[in-house]
């Protein structure tokens, strides 16, 4: 079956950096679609990146624009989050996921889920 394991979260202080890999098994890597979201405390699941199967097209939520960038290595199964500059409003958990349908930012499009992996960003 479909895994993906989310790595590279922690603890950082505002205006630092971290990246994020996730992992993926199971599936045609370059077939599906790869999405970030996030989810804080007390709030819903949001939409931050996403890649096409191919690389060539991303998305990004406008509050990371210019901040994240994501991208994949097809030939390691992985897809990536580089997160600069981050807010103490960052801090959440981050899923990545796996869609077979387009490169969409709705996570109801999306049908595999990694466990998430904590960022927290100090002020």
């Known amino acids: 079956q479909v895994q993906l394991v989310e790595s590279g979260g922690g603890l950082v202080q505002a205006g630092g950096s971290l990246r994020l890999s996730c992992a993926a098994s199971g599936l045609t890597f370059g077939s599906y679609a790869m999405g970030w979201f996030r989810q804080a405390p007390g709030k819903e699941r949001e939409f931050v990146a996403a890649?096409?199967?191919?690389?060539?097209?991303?998305y990004y939520a406008d509050f990371v624009k210019g901040r994240f960038t994501i991208s994949r290595d097809n030939a390691k199964n992985t897809v990536y989050l580089q997160m600069n500059s981050l807010k103490p409003e960052d801090t959440a958990v981050y899923y990545c996921?796996?869609?077979?349908?387009?490169?969409?930012?709705?996570?109801?499009?999306?049908?595999?889920w990694g466990q998430g992996t904590q960022v927290t960003v100090s002020s």
């Open positions: 890649i096409s199967g191919s690389g060539g097209n991303t």
């Open positions: 996921a796996a869609s077979f349908l387009g490169v969409p930012t709705r996570d109801s499009s999306y049908g595999d």
